[in-house]
């Protein structure tokens, strides 16, 4: 249970700051070379898609570290 609530933990802190990273990025580049809002949405877009990659290799990663199975003995 307490893996699980680590793993958890990680996985909101993490998540939200990559999402808002590849949010702030596509909103920047967007509006650094005056792209318009259809490119700056889809860049944002693109790089969400990027974010939940990263999302799925560091949940794929803390699940093999901490594995949920129960403690022996318990």
Do not use: C
Not at 56 to 73: C, D, I, M, N
Request: no cysteine; glycine share 8%.
């Amino acid at each position: 249970m307490r893996n699980m609530i680590t793993i958890l933990s990680l996985m909101v802190l993490v998540g939200t700051e990559v999402f808002a990273a590849a949010i702030a990025a596509g909103w920047a580049l967007a509006g650094l070379f005056d792209l318009g809002d259809t490119v700056g949405h889809i860049l944002m877009a693109l790089f969400s898609l990027l974010a939940a990659w990263i999302m799925v290799q560091l949940w794929q990663r803390a699940v093999k570290a901490e594995p949920f199975r129960p403690a022996k003995g318990s």
